[in-house]
């Protein structure tokens, strides 16, 4: 996320001349840097998603190697100039005639400038000469603009801007980026009988992630893909019936190797998990099977893993010493070498009437005898406190876990169901979901999840196939 405050620069009164006031030679300018908010800003208001216009734009689409401004960009200075300095509030445009001379790249600092040139009486217009240079003193673009000078004179406060926040949705981009260089996961993709599930599973493959063996009706699949111009020509194609019958289908391809991971499709999570937690012929272990969001907030500085909010409804304290252990390793695996858990509750102290807290207390005790390993565990703690270092020190909580938690552990699935999707909906976070303590990763996406969700759970699949091989063999696969 980037916050854009207001111009400190910019007066706080403005004060108009009208056409009698105005003479040749008169002048006035105004200086602005360039920042990547000023981009994304004026390609969002604008429409102009030229890939010229932002960082690292793709080889061969743009004549620049970096990011350059929008030409119109530098054009509204020109047009701030006339409308707060001079003639000033009440000015109305009326034409102007521009030419760009030389890009302007991030970091640049344009001075606008405008010099009255002409008084035309007859229409009380006048002609002013525009020009912006940077800060090399290079004329960056340089014409005329035609205006209505303000009819009285008037003097007004300056209006207050607020603060914007602008979201941006590229920070699971680090997450396939570990990717790059490891085999391609070959996965069961069960039930792919709709758009998002087949789309995700091509793309997926496109970038190198997965190899899709695509489990259900053949011919539906082959329905679905022409519909969307979709070519799955190169994958292999599993008949199954209907949802279940993929399910059991795309396990077994598991078990039997010819597959080592499963992705879930169109298809309801109770029918696939009902495959996978099966005692005879499901993906079980010796450990508790739970489910991990791996969440990207935009204003939380460091991925956030929240866990369980789709298996254990209501775990017990043994169910949630795997359930944290699960989420510890896989948090290792995405390169954070000791995890910070945060065990939440309703409140930071332990009250017996409220179980979570007295499991919170439990397992911060296992964790200091070695019985759950690999992470920092504190807790009870609030939500507020987990994630607020400013909160907990206003509770006068002394914690290494609150402020900077890595993992949030939650009490029950209710609860952590809710807060992811609070976390998506309101707070604009992406999210990718794992199944962990299975013999392959399954990724449990949502049927509402989008293609970068799909493509960042099947990023975090190969991250933990990976993890779980000898070396010698991925390198051997590569």
Same mark, same amino acid.
């Given at each position: 996320?980037?916050?854009?405050?207001?111009?400190?620069?910019?007066?706080?009164?403005?004060?108009?001349?009208?056409?009698?006031?105005?003479?040749?030679?008169?002048?006035?300018?105004?200086?602005?840097?360039?920042?990547?908010?000023?981009?994304?800003?004026?390609?969002?208001?604008?429409?102009?998603?030229?890939?010229?216009?932002?960082?690292?734009?793709?080889?061969?689409?743009?004549?620049?190697?970096?990011?350059?401004?929008?030409?119109?960009?530098?054009?509204?200075?020109?047009?701030?100039?006339?409308?707060?300095?001079?003639?000033?509030?009440?000015?109305?445009?009326?034409?102007?005639?521009?030419?760009?001379?030389?890009?302007?790249?991030?970091?640049?600092?344009?001075?606008?400038?405008?010099?009255?040139?002409?008084?035309?009486?007859?229409?009380?217009?006048?002609?002013?000469?525009?020009?912006?240079?940077?800060?090399?003193?290079?004329?960056?673009?340089?014409?005329?603009?035609?205006?209505?000078?303000?009819?009285?004179?008037?003097?007004?406060?300056?209006?207050?801007?607020?603060?914007?926040?602008?979201?941006?949705?590229?920070?699971?981009?680090?997450?396939?980026?570990?990717?790059?260089?490891?085999?391609?996961?070959?996965?069961?993709?069960?039930?792919?009988?709709?758009?998002?599930?087949?789309?995700?599973?091509?793309?997926?493959?496109?970038?190198?992630?997965?190899?899709?063996?695509?489990?259900?009706?053949?011919?539906?699949?082959?329905?679905?893909?022409?519909?969307?111009?979709?070519?799955?020509?190169?994958?292999?194609?599993?008949?199954?019936?209907?949802?279940?019958?993929?399910?059991?289908?795309?396990?077994?391809?598991?078990?039997?190797?010819?597959? *080592?991971?499963?992705?879930?499709?169109?298809?309801?999570?109770?029918?696939?998990?009902?495959?996978?937690?099966?005692?005879?012929?499901?993906? *079980?272990?010796?450990?508790?099977?739970?489910?991990?969001?791996?969440?990207?907030?935009?204003?939380?500085?460091?991925?956030?893993?929240?866990?369980?909010?789709?298996?254990?409804?209501?775990?017990?304290?043994?169910?949630?010493?795997?359930?944290?252990?699960?989420?510890?390793?896989?948090?290792?695996?995405?390169?954070?070498?000791?995890?910070?858990?945060?065990?939440?509750?309703?409140?930071?102290?332990?009250?017996?009437?409220?179980?979570?807290?007295?499991?919170?207390?439990?397992?911060?005790?296992?964790?200091?005898?070695?019985?759950?390993?690999?992470?920092?565990?504190?807790?009870?703690?609030?939500?507020?406190?987990?994630?607020?270092?400013?909160?907990?020190?206003?509770?006068?909580?002394?914690?290494?876990?609150?402020?900077?938690?890595?993992?949030?552990?939650?009490?029950?699935?209710?609860?952590?169901?809710?807060?992811?999707?609070?976390?998506?909906?309101?707070?604009?976070?992406?999210?990718?979901?794992?199944?962990?303590?299975?013999?392959?990763?399954?990724?449990?996406?949502?049927?509402?999840?989008?293609?970068?969700?799909?493509?960042?759970?099947?990023?975090?699949?190969?991250?933990?196939?990976?993890?779980?091989?000898?070396?010698?063999?991925?390198?051997?696969?590569?």
């Amino acid at each position: 996320m980037t916050t854009v405050s207001p111009d400190d620069s910019s007066p706080s009164t403005l004060t108009s001349l009208t056409f009698d006031d105005l003479t040749p030679g008169q002048s006035a300018s105004l200086s602005r840097t360039l920042t990547q908010a000023d981009l994304d800003l004026f390609a969002t208001v604008s429409g102009n998603i030229d890939p010229s216009h932002f960082a690292d734009p793709p080889a061969g689409t743009t004549l620049f190697p970096k990011a350059i401004g929008h030409g119109m960009w530098s054009a509204s200075l020109i047009s701030g100039v006339l409308g707060t300095r001079l003639p000033g509030p009440g000015t109305v445009y009326l034409a102007q005639d521009l030419r760009f001379r030389a890009p302007v790249t991030l970091g640049d600092t344009i001075t606008a400038s405008v010099t009255v040139r002409e008084k035309r009486t007859e229409r009380k217009t006048v002609v002013f000469e525009c020009l912006c240079t940077n800060q090399n003193g290079v004329t960056v673009v340089s014409g005329t603009a035609e205006v209505i000078a303000p009819a009285t004179h008037a003097s007004v406060a300056a209006q207050a801007l607020p603060g914007l926040q602008m979201i941006r949705h590229d920070r699971q981009a680090a997450l396939l980026a570990r990717c790059a260089g490891l085999p391609a996961l070959p996965t069961a993709v069960i039930h792919p009988c709709d758009g998002p599930a087949l789309q995700g599973a091509v793309e997926a493959a496109q970038r190198g992630l997965i190899e899709p063996i695509l489990v259900g009706p053949s011919l539906l699949i082959a329905a679905t893909a022409k519909a969307l111009g979709l070519d799955i020509s190169a994958f292999r194609l599993v008949e199954a019936a209907n949802g279940a019958a993929a399910a059991a289908t795309g396990v077994a391809l598991v078990r039997a190797g010819e597959a *080592r991971a499963v992705m879930k499709g169109a298809l309801h999570t109770d029918e696939l998990m009902a495959a996978v937690v099966k005692r005879d012929g499901g993906l *079980r272990t010796a450990g508790r099977i739970s489910h991990v969001f791996l969440m990207t907030v935009p204003t939380y500085p460091k991925p956030l893993l929240i866990t369980d909010a789709v298996v254990n409804i209501a775990p017990s304290l043994e169910d949630k010493v795997h359930i944290v252990q699960n989420a510890i390793d896989l948090a290792r695996i995405l390169g954070v070498e000791t995890p910070k858990v945060a065990i939440l509750s309703a409140v930071e102290t332990i009250n017996p009437k409220i179980s979570s807290t007295v499991d919170a207390a439990a397992l911060c005790k296992m964790a200091q005898r070695g019985q759950i390993r690999g992470g920092l565990l504190d807790g009870p703690l609030a939500f507020d406190n987990a994630i607020s270092a400013e909160a907990a020190k206003t509770k006068g909580i002394v914690s290494e876990v609150a402020g900077q938690a890595d993992i949030l552990l939650v009490p029950d699935l209710e609860s952590g169901n809710m807060l992811a999707k609070q976390l998506s909906f309101l707070a604009h976070a992406d999210a990718a979901g794992i199944v962990l303590g299975t013999s392959a990763p399954v990724m449990l996406t949502s049927r509402a999840d989008n293609l970068a969700a799909r493509l960042a759970s099947c990023a975090l699949a190969v991250l933990i196939d990976a993890a779980s091989r000898p070396r010698s063999t991925v390198l051997a696969a590569e």
